[in-house]
């Protein structure tokens, strides 16, 4: 693997959960794999999971780490050629980006979606600039349109946690209070439809993701519906990715907030969310302190999701 930006790198996604499963049994054991090499981990946005798991995949590789956030201290960036700059942007990300590389092995890159332009947003245009202008290995640590790293954590704890050999998944969106991308569900939908689980996806009419990231899921609009059953439950709220609203809030309806009794519809289900989460928004508090809850060993799970992905890269340099 030289990038790892979806799905479509990490191969076939079997071995690839053997090799999970490796690195979380024998966490030191490539500790001389990553000697004298240096992964560089730029945040664009916020972090707490991917920032410290991450980093500390990279360190249990024998790796150094250095971490830029790029809004506290940096230079401000600007990322669209051909402007002038004579406002606020001190650099470009054109010289900015060259430089990044140059001192370092790995780059991590987290830059989310705009939310304003769809067809940017869509191009992946900051995260495909790191891959052609750095010379180095790019992981995306979600970018505007997937969170490989997360999706792959959340198909390892389905795996710990079923129960049949292919359980009832039900993505459903829930209320928020802000604009969020769609990058988190996109991912865990192409993955879990790639993990081969039966995979629903519910959401209010309007808030339908991109069909090329829902391929092989059912898509439903009744909540309850598709509750009914499901062995595993993962909540996430997404702003609209329909062209005539992109990136807009359209329902706040707190019935979609998945409370005792939405989790009683189910085949006593396993409650997932990637976190950060709003409580009493997403889910009630009894819901996410439940013992069906496992959005710790889940975040827990983000170390051997980024340490399998930093492992198979080094193994090419
Ligand atoms: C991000 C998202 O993509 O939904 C990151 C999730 C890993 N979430 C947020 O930005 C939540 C922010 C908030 O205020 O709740």
């Known amino acids: 693997m030289r990038h ?11 071995s690839a959960l053997e090799r999970a499963r490796f690195v979380k049994e024998n966490p ?21 999971r991917t920032r410290l798991s991450t980093q500390r995949a990279a360190m249990n590789l024998g790796m150094n780490v250095i971490v830029l956030d790029v809004n506290q201290g940096a230079w401000k960036l600007e ?31 987290r830059s989310f979606a705009g939310l304003t ?10 995260l495909s600039q790191f891959i052609k202008y750095s010379g180095k290995p790019v992981v995306s640590m979600e970018a505007a349109t997937g969170h490989p790293l997360q999706a792959f954590a959340d198909i390892i704890t389905i795996e710990e946690h079923k129960k049949c050999a292919r359980p009832k998944v039900v993505m459903t969106w829930a209320p928020h209070p802000k604009a969020l991308p769609q990058a988190v569900p996109n991912s865990f939908a192409q993955w879990s439809a790639a993990a081969g689980y039966d995979v629903t996806v519910v959401q209010p009419h309007g808030y339908e993701l991109s069909p090329e990231f829902t391929k092989g899921c059912k898509i439903e609009y009744n909540q309850d519906k598709a509750l009914e059953g499901a062995d595993f439950v993962y909540a996430k709220n997404w702003s609209v990715f329909d062209d ?55 975040a827990a799970n983000r170390v051997v999701s980024a340490q399998t992905v930093i492992k198979d890269i080094l193994k090419t340099l």
């Open 4 to 14: 790892f930006t979806s799905v479509h790198d990490i191969g076939d996604l079997k």
């Open 28 to 48: 030191f054991a490539d500790k001389e794999l990553g000697r004298d090499k240096t992964m560089l981990l730029i945040f664009f946005n916020s972090s707490l």
């Open 79 to 109: 990322t669209e050629r051909g402007v002038v700059m004579d406002g606020d942007k001190s650099e470009h990300i054109l010289e900015a980006i060259p430089v990044m590389g140059s001192y370092c092995d790995i780059i991590g890159v």
């Open 117 to 126: 332009d769809k067809s940017a947003d869509y191009s992946e245009n900051i």
């Open 244 to 298: 005539a609203n992109y990136g807009k809030v359209i329902c706040k309806d707190m019935d979609w907030t998945v409370s005792e009794k939405k989790m009683a519809l189910t085949n006593n289900a396993f409650f997932m969310h990637c976190l950060p989460v709003r409580r009493n928004m997403i889910v009630t508090d009894a819901v996410i302190e439940s013992p069906q809850s496992i959005v710790i060993p889940e």
